[in-house]
């Protein structure tokens, strides 16, 4: 068992986090003025349209920014430092922006860097994650 | 169109700073509002107005009225702000607008918390960590609130080639004020490299590029043109504006770009000025990239310039623009309710060995991850 976080689903949340345990990461997009939402709520945060599509992002983005945690926010992280928390854009027609970590040596990763995404499982929740594209 | 009376800063004070172990969280707040009243030469039944900030280490349902209630006072405006860092410069700018209704004549607003030494070890760090991220979709990925802030700091080296000397600069300016008032919880003076051999919390950011943690609060009284008439050292409140944007730092639609924008431009519209006449600036700091941004924001410089702003101009009270002349939240204490007195105590002339020829100082509050901002600019009454 991870002493880590595992999300607690809420009603706005649960269809994307079961999503997340067939490995896909959906976002809801509006019908009304298409706007691309993320992380999952009751009103579009553009129009307040109620309505929206789900909409299978492909896992590709790039790294806006960065940081190495040396320092863990609690003891569950310490075993895991350096590691790398970053900001992704996720691919090439989105406005939406993922906080994960990157699975790779901290040294190795740079804004702009392309990155895909990958799953981790904890406690029987899968959680996306990135690692530097090919 | 509300009233345009105009409003006074008129008393500030503060309790002990540090580590205060036989201290509570009421008492600290308490502590600064008995010494900010005093200071403003005003009575206890001279305040009808109260505004308050939180505690982590002592929740309380309604806050402001349980210190209201531990000080027996009697109000007609009552306010329990919650709005991380920027939430005693944010109750400012409320009581402000609640004089020129009509509502009050004198406002305490005070800010503290005794997290020092309030919490067991440990869970501070903890508490503060999981206090800012999303709990679903950020603090999953282990960022702790240095991360969130080094995230800013990273993008803005990566894009305007900033460097980790500048940042640590603004650390080292902050330093050489604490160091030169001979107060506050971090004195002994530092250089760029002691900054950037202190070990990294989260890249880019290094330890002693973080706030500190304190035992300590801070208040302020804001009083009507007619209540400062008689008070001991009144300071106009000439601007002010408040600016707010997304708590999550993953819903910011561009990470280079603070609300400081929007609360800048109001408060100097109000008060008729522009950043050039500002002689003094006491920036929230709670990350060396922080007092970095807001240069920017605020108008002291174009964007991505301020990395070179505090290398060329400079930030300390010989450069272009003193910053912090308290020794702000990385050297002080780790609170921006400071900031505010300072901003007072420059106009005043009671800035002691940091003084600065000023006529107009400004304070800036930021809460959240740049998220809220709050900028006030004060000159002689
Ligand atoms: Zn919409």
Known sequence: MSDKPVPTPS??????????????????????????????????????????????????????????????????????TPYVVALVTMGAETDVTVMANVLADPGDVSVGDSVTMTWEERDGQQLYQFELAE | MGSTQRVAVTGIGESPIGSTPDMDSINLYATACLEAVDDAGLEKDDIDGLVTGYSLVDP????????????????????????????????????????????????????????????????????LATEVGHPEFENPFGPMVPSLYALIARKHMAEYGTTAEELATVSV?????????????????????????????SSPLHKLECALISDCAGAVVVSSADAAADTRAPVELTGYGEGHG?????????????????????????????????????????????????????????????????????????????????????SYAGAGVF?????????????????VETDVALAHGVGGVLSTNATLLMEAW
């Open chain 1, 11 to 80: 009603e706005d949340t649960a269809r994307f986090w079961e999503a997340c345990n067939e490995d896909r990461f959906v976002v809801q997009r509006c019908t009304d003025c298409g706007t691309e939402r993320f992380y999952p709520a009751a009103a579009c945060p553009n129009c307040w349209h109620t309505d929206f599509e789900e909409v299978e992002l492909d896992g590709t983005g790039t790294v806006e920014s960065f940081t190495v945690v040396h320092r863990a926010p609690t003891e569950a992280f310490e075993a895991d």
């Open chain 2, 60 to 127: 309380k349902l309604m806050h402001s009225t349980v210190v209201a209630d531990y000080l027996g006072l009697n109000l007609s405006y009552n306010e329990s702000l919650r709005l991380g860092g920027a939430t005693p410069f944010v109750g400012v700018c409320h009581a402000a607008n609640a004089i020129r209704q009509g509502q009050c004549e004198n406002v305490v607003i005070a800010f503290g918390d005794n997290r020092r030494t309030g919490f067991s070890k440990g869970d501070g760090v903890s508490n």
């Open chain 2, 173 to 201: 300016a902050c330093r050489e004020h604490a160091s030169m008032r001979g107060k506050g919880q971090q004195t002994d003076p530092i250089e760029v490299e002691d900054v950037l051999s202190s070990g990294l919390i």
């Open chain 2, 246 to 330: 997304s708590e999550y730092i993953h819903r910011r639609n561009d990470l280079l770009y603070s609300p400081a924008v929007e609360s800048g431009s109001t408060a100097f519209e109000m008060a008729d000025r522009t950043p050039d006449d500002v002689d003094v600036a006491q920036l929230y700091d709670c990350f060396s990239i922080t007092p970095l941004m807001l240069l920017e924001d605020l108008g002291f410089c174009e964007k991505g310039e301020g990395g070179s702003f505090v290398r060329e101009r400079g930030i300390t009270v010989d450069g272009d623009l003193p910053v912090n002349t308290h020794g702000g939240e990385l």
């Open chain 2, 339 to 355: 900031h505010i007195l300072e901003a007072a105590r420059q106009i005043r002339g009671e800035a002691a060995e940091t003084q």
